[in-house]
T-cell receptor
Framework: GAGVSQSPRYKVAKRGQDVALRCDPI?????LFWYQQALGQGPEFLTY????????KSGLPSDRFFAERPEGSVSTLKIQRTQQEDSAVYLC?????????????FGPGTRLTVL | LAKTTQPISMDSYEGQEVNITCSHN???????ITWYQQFPSQGPRFIIQ?????VTNEVASLFIPADRKSSTLSLPRVSLSDTAVYYC???????????????WGLGTSLAVNP
């Protein structure tokens, strides 16, 4: 069956460019999460959606980061005016029900490199 | 702030049992303890979750003492393919209800040798 997919898998951006990262969760999954994972570190929570509602965005590092899930399925993470410190793997995960302590299914991630 | 502490790395050999212990002194009453596995260049994968005592599934066991301030992930008879990073997670007690975000630490890098 289809798992969580993310696109693009790799993205190279020049500093100052805007990027958009897409996440297709497992069909029917209520919850969707975005994480940022720097090299050698664990995933850092960015934001959490329950259906189309963004219930927690406390992990977004600055107002340059914006996430949406307008129809409660596909989600987009947008980073404006990218900086070198934004270079990381961005992981998306979904889970079947609401809440944050249920099994999360992760996508392969998008590796963002900002030059 | 709920925080977990795990060994940074562990070494083992094929066929051995591996136990990874995680401490979480500030675990909240309603928090579950969850373990994930991550291979290089892949997203993490759920292994097991528990609240108290012992939980076992087809890949691992999770032992949680009565005070819930620590937990131990047990991997029976590891193989080379178990080489990965293992993360122990508990809910972030700053939040409320079941929407507290999970805190991921650095994880334990397990190397299984032939």
């Amino acid at each position: 069956g289809a798992g969580v997919s993310q696109s693009p898998r790799y993205k190279v951006a020049k500093r100052g460019q805007d990027v958009a990262l897409r996440c297709d969760p497992i069909s029917g999954h209520v919850s969707l999460f975005w994480y940022q994972q720097a090299l050698g570190q664990g995933p850092e929570f960015l934001t959490y959606f329950q259906n189309e509602a963004q219930l927690d965005k406390s992990g977004l590092p600055s107002d340059r980061f914006f996430a949406e899930r307008p129809e409660g399925s596909v989600s987009t993470l947008k980073i404006q005016r990218t900086q070198q410190e934004d270079s990381a793997v961005y992981l998306c995960a979904s889970s079947l029900v609401g809440g944050t302590d249920n099994e999360q299914f992760f996508g392969p991630g998008t590796r963002l490199t900002v030059l | 702030l709920a925080k977990t502490t795990q060994p940074i790395s562990m070494d083992s050999y094929e066929g051995q049992e591996v136990n990874i212990t995680c401490s979480h002194n500030n675990i909240a009453t309603n928090d579950y303890i969850t373990w994930y596995q991550q291979f290089p260049s892949q997203g993490p994968r759920f292994i097991i979750q528990g609240y108290k005592t012992k939980v076992t599934n087809e890949v691992a066991s999770l032992f949680i003492p009565a005070d819930r301030k620590s937990s131990t992930l047990s991997l029976p008879r590891v193989s080379l393919s178990d080489t990965a990073v293992y993360y122990c997670l508990v809910g972030d007690a700053r939040g409320a209800g079941n929407n507290r975000k999970l805190i991921w630490g650095l994880g334990t890098s397990l190397a299984v040798n032939p």
